[in-house]
């Protein structure tokens, strides 16, 4: 879709990778993104009826954390039966990064799955938790295409109550199989509900909730990933980054994942709690209900208002390709 910006390469080695362009692209016509502070919207088809509402929801994305499709992309993930990202919520000044997973929002609840009638035996998600009384996690399912019988298994889970997000996918069927709850001979269940127990909800939060028939992409089991390491090993946990205390990898002032040393000597995290799922942050986040998309068809004109929470004067859209000069864009 015409020159879009290099990619960043993020090597553990100690010989810097090369990374040499060999095509720019070429752009369609149509086919049209938005770029603010080197962040890119997804693209969209002006040569459809665009609606209004899908250029604010496009633009609105900009704000939010935004994971590999894998993780929460129903449309382009076939894998996935069942997906609740609960963007739903009020957006306030909390920070992004304390807020959600994925997008701008999490829930504040222990319930991960409810109503669904989709068969599937892996469930993921996302989890930050402050306290220490989920054991396990709850579940009706119903098996072999029987919808008049629900059965009312739990699986032993014990998550890293750190306060800090992780991700963390569960099969289901295998577990419920090895601890006899169901019949190896059973084809398929429906995880119905789902839920962690106990319920301290106050000390719950969740995202990015999905049921699916295999594993995503990206995602390894916290078994066989490193969590909160640096290419040389030298970090230090707790460490101590801008005058706090950190008992994980945070986010520095390019939303990179790093560690510091006994001496504050910051490095590169190979991961960041995240169980090997690499998100992108926004630079800015919004005053909430700030955010305005007008879109008018016979101009070709965008006008966008919005105020970023952390006093920062707004910056102007840019088109991607860049050739796009019909778009008119006021902040």
């Known amino acids: 879709m015409g020159d879009v910006p290099l990619l960043t390469c993020i090597s553990s080695s100690s010989n810097s990778p090369n990374t040499t362009e060999i095509v720019q692209g070429d752009g369609s016509g149509?086919?049209?993104?938005?770029?603010?502070?080197?962040?890119?919207?997804?693209?969209?088809d002006f040569s459809?009826?665009?609606?209004q509402a899908t250029l604010y929801t496009t633009i609105n994305k900009i704000f939010g954390i935004r994971c590999p499709p894998s993780i929460n992309n129903a449309q382009v993930t076939t894998s996935i039966v069942y997906l609740q990202d609960?963007?739903?919520?009020?957006?306030?000044?909390?920070?992004?990064?304390t807020n959600a997973f994925c997008g701008q929002c999490s829930l504040n609840s222990a319930t991960l799955v409810g109503s669904n009638t989709a068969a599937g035996g892996i469930l993921?998600?996302?989890y930050r938790i402050t306290n220490t009384y989920v054991t396990s996690i709850g579940f009706g399912i119903q098996i072999n295409g029987d919808t008049t019988t629900t059965l009312w298994p739990?699986?032993?889970?014990s998550p890293k109550a750190d306060s800090l997000w992780h991700y963390t996918c569960i099969n289901v069927n295998a577990q419920l199989i090895s601890q006899s709850s169901i019949d190896p001979s059973v084809s398929s269940i429906v995880i119905t509900t789902a839920w962690l127990t106990n319920d301290i909800k106050n000390g719950i939060f969740l995202d990015a909730v999905s049921i699916r028939t295999v594993l995503p992409t990206g995602y390894e089991d916290i078994s066989t990933y490193p969590i909160d390491q640096s290419?040389?090993?030298l970090c230090v946990f707790p460490f101590y980054?801008?005058?706090?205390?950190?008992?994980?990898?945070?986010?520095?002032?390019?939303?990179?994942?790093i560690c510091a040393d006994s001496n504050n000597q910051t490095y590169e995290c190979q991961s960041s709690s995240?169980?090997?799922?690499?998100?992108?942050?926004?630079?800015?986040?919004?005053?909430?209900?700030?955010?305005?998309?007008?879109?008018?068809?016979?101009?070709?004109?965008?006008?966008?208002?919005f105020r970023f929470s952390d006093c920062t004067p707004p910056t102007l859209l840019v088109p991607s390709p860049p050739s796009v000069n019909t778009f008119l864009f006021f902040n």
């Open 241 to 257: 980054y801008n005058g706090n205390s950190y008992p994980a990898c945070t986010l520095d002032s390019n939303n990179m994942p």
């Open 124 to 126: 993921c998600f996302a």
């Open 154 to 157: 739990s699986i032993s889970f």
């Open 231 to 233: 290419a040389n090993s």
């Open 274 to 305: 995240i169980e090997g799922v690499r998100r992108l942050y926004p630079k800015h986040q919004l005053v909430y209900n700030t955010l305005s998309v007008t879109y008018t068809p016979g101009s070709s004109q965008i006008t966008t208002n």
């Open 30 to 44: 149509t086919q049209i993104a938005f770029a603010l502070d080197d962040q890119l919207t997804d693209y969209t």
């Open 86 to 97: 609960f963007e739903s919520c009020v957006y306030d000044d909390t920070p992004v990064t």
């Open 48 to 51: 459809t009826n665009v609606s």
